[in-house]
């Protein structure tokens, strides 16, 4: 046996009964049972949803902390590898130049060659061997600098001026990317949604007081292009220009290089031996890539939509021209043509539906009737007169 319940929203609920064993139907049930079951199957819609958000939010925050968490293992792995390597090059470095200051009058030009040699080998390995011996402590591979290049490394942006040297750097570099980078693309993906769902939100405000759907996506579309160019490109410029020296312009062309992951290494923050930057100016910087990436990632789809869209309209366009044109081109040879060349169904007007036919069937009508007008001339006359 069942008891079938009905619910407001037309659901059915079957509950189970024990065998042989007949339950109250839904009229016969006590009132205080029938209120607790309507109120159940009217909070069934509300909860549904809400528990889908909660679960939504509960992935975002476990992939964002799990996403930093791999990035700062990283960072800590690449410290405890790199660090003591490039103190002993940093001393090395420092010797090279005592060494030259001290004998630099009586080099010949080999040692002189070999010299510049060593010197930019290793200015591209990241030592700049210029002020006093108190710089050897400052570390490239410090936890603010190793946390900027794990960033870069599951960003595939990859300046080039800061690098692992030793071979289990290397191997673990490998790994690292191995497993950050589709990190990475799934982290941006989820970051992307977020600032899509924020354009939604925009546009369904919007909705509400009464604007139209053009106007509101134009709007939106708006909206997210400027604060995406003010918080990720205009604002960070203005700040390296503060901070690292450079130009705005400079700046401008850092931010979208570095966004854009092209990555040329030409322009690296924190870099200058002559500047002093602030504790975790790098990891800072860091985040801002990787929060900027997944805003130009959209904007670049974005383009992508439009060109595509472009071109189906280009191509529609070219396609109806090409018809046109070959249609004008096809009559132009029929005019040119003699008329025993032409077949008869394109000399007879073209026929237009059904009006065209009753004009035709009138005009046999019309022809039969003068027909019958010229072999009986005198009929309606005779037939007055037999009246008559």
Known sequence: MYLVACCPCQSRITAETGAGRALPTWGRLPRSTRDLLIATFHSLPLLCPTKAMCSGKLQTGLLVAGYFVYLLVGAAVFQALERTAEKQEKIAAARMKEAF???????????????MKNLTE????????????SQIEDSNWDFSNSFFFAGTVVSTIGYGTLRPKTAGGQIFCVFFALFGIPLNIVFLHRVGKMLSLLCKKLGKFLYEKGMRKKKIKFLTLLFFLAMGILVF????????????????????????ITLSTIGFGDYVVGKQPDRNYFSYYRTLVAIWILFGLAWIALLFNLLTMVLEDTEKIIVKDLHQIGKVSKDNEASQQRRCWPAQFIPEEELLPPRAGGHAQKMVSLTAGSEHTENEKNVFPYSKTIAITYEN
């Open 233 to 256: 490109l205009c604002l960070p410029s203005l700040f390296f220009q503060i901070t690292e020296g450079w130009s705005y312009s400079e700046g401008i062309y850092f931010a979208f």
């Open 101 to 115: 200051l001290q004998n630099f009058t009586h080099l010949t030009v080999t040692e002189m060659e070999q010299f």
């Open 122 to 133: 290793a200015i591209q390995n990241g030592v700049y061997p210029v002020g006093n011996e």
